[in-house]
């Protein structure tokens, strides 16, 4: 997998992550009373994954496309504080994720942790995106494992100007 190609995948996953945070957010808000006290809700969700992943270093460096499935457990808490700011963070990760490398039959494990945290005020009110996702994909013997890292927070003031933006991104072999 190239850079490029880890950057959009770590991207889209970025993506389809604030989607699922906003419709969870949308949901949970209509069902929280109104900003006279702070209410809190938390949700745990596991579904099943599949997902086939390049594995540049893996197969002696040739490569391999690695099929992983299990399950990834998420879960989400929201608080609408006394002003009317919203609050979620989500954390998730695989669990009993595993899979075989398709040319060299190699087995992998998926492990790592994702976690995230928006914190909106009212509107007018300052915004915080914070994204930190470790992905590894564990391959036996040495020189076949494939870590992704990828921390991304943005910071807009009351004004709607960003005024702190950080998105590093790094893959690795090992």
Known sequence: MSMTSARRLARWWRAVRALVASAVLMMTV??????????????????????????????????????????????????????????????????????????????????????SGINVGRVGSPFTLTFVNNFRIIGQGPGNNFLVHDNFHVTVNANGAVTALVDNFTIDCK
Do not use: E, K, M, W
């Open 30 to 115: 209509g069902a929280l009373p109104g900003y006279a006290s702070a209410s809190s809700s938390t949700t745990s969700v596991r579904f099943p994954i599949q997902i086939a992943i390049v594995v540049p270093c893996a197969n002696g460096g040739a490569g391999d496309i690695v099929v992983l499935s299990g399950t990834l457990h998420d879960v989400f808490h929201i608080t609408v504080d006394s002003r009317g700011g919203l609050h979620l963070t989500t954390h998730d990760n695989p669990q009993g994720v595993r899979g075989v490398g398709l040319a060299s039959g190699t087995r992998y494990r998926g492990t790592g942790v994702t976690r």
